[in-house]
């Protein structure tokens, strides 16, 4: 059975000021969502599967079913403030949904393979599709999931902080623990720090970090649904608060429920977190095309 691409593309994008899920990068107007569903159909993905607001539903289909279709299977999830689906029938205020494990699981009743969770606003390369799919196809199992761990100096912005999935590696390749950390930059010398509520703290530049490019297999919905439940109860009156898949992999791993393997890969990740990033995101997409990576019309 051939994987399924599951893509975060119900963010908001506040830091960016539009809708960058859809904003053209390439020389024909291709998003970056376009070039990493090129890469995953060449890695033998079967399906990509949206996860978006449901108010997105009509531009998300003009702009992507014209270019899909025949090539890939594609179907839509919808991220919205109804939890009821999860076993909980209390209404709560906020300004935006429960963040990205809770994204994951409004798929669960659309997803019945192995799949990786990307986000639609990072370029992550061919190599990292490719490495997945050889992980989904002959190594996964319900206790044993993966993630591409990217070198995270190789991940920031110029232009502000960005959140990050600060990864522990043991000998094995494995991760033991995982922290999200949601201000992570360059300071003035090129070193690599994160702020929280205690202040700075420093990073190794060759530390590897979690880029949400996620490997599961369905089993995860049932795993992270009962912690989903508890993290609602403890923080419905933090408007602010969300549900990041860190925290899923964070406590399967501690209660020994599923191994995380770091697929390594050097790859310099680019991707669109500030408007000041999109010059640059198009200037290294030129380049991918002028070496003859892609094809100047994606989907010609």
């Known amino acids: 059975m051939k994987p399924t691409l599951l893509i975060l593309a119900a963010g908001m994008a506040s830091r960016y000021g539009s809708m960058k899920q859809v904003d053209g990068f390439g020389p024909n107007g291709e998003t970056i969502i376009d070039y990493s569903i090129y890469d995953a159909i ?6 990509v599967s949206f996860i978006i607001r449901e108010e997105f539903a009509e531009p998300f289909k003009a702009i992507f079913e014209p270019k899909l279709a025949g090539r890939i299977e594609t179907d839509y999830v919808y991220q919205s403030f109804d939890l ?10 906020r300004a935006k949904p429960w963040g990205t ?8 009743k659309q997803i019945h393979e192995p799949f ?5 606003d990072d370029f992550y390369g061919y190599e990292a599709f490719e490495k997945m799919a050889q992980f989904l196809t ?3 199992a319900d206790d044993k999931y993966a993630l591409m761990g990217y070198q995270i100096d ?6 502000g902080t960005v ?6 590696v043991d000998e094995n390749g494995n991760m033991t623990e995982v922290n999200e950390r949601t201000e992570v930059y360059f300071k003035e010398d090129g070193s690599v720090a994160y702020r929280d509520a205690t202040g700075e703290h420093p990073l190794s530049n060759d530390t590897r970090v979690s880029m949400n490019f996620w490997g599961f297999t369905p089993a995860v919905f049932k795993q992270s649904e009962e912690l989903f439940r508890k993290f609602v109860e403890a923080n419905k009156n933090n408007p602010k608060s969300e549900f990041f898949i860190p925290l899923v992999a964070d406590d399967l791993i501690k209660t020994g429920t599923a191994s995380f393997k770091v697929i390594p890969t050097a790859n310099k990740w680019f991707g669109v977190t500030y408007k000041e990033d999109k010059p640059i995101v198009q200037a290294s997409i030129s380049e991918l095309v002028n070496n003859g990576t892609y094809p100047a019309n994606l989907w010609d």
Do not use: M
């Open 84 to 93: 009821t689906p999860f076993g909980i029938n209390e209404q709560i205020e």
């Open 163 to 168: 959140s990050r999935g600060v990864c522990a």
């Open 101 to 108: 494990a809770h994204a994951v699981l409004a798929a669960h």
């Open 154 to 159: 190789r991940t920031l912005s110029d232009y």
């Open 42 to 47: 060449k890695a033998g993905f079967g399906k």
């Open 138 to 140: 002959t190594e996964v």
């Open 116 to 120: 990786c969770v990307i986000n639609a």
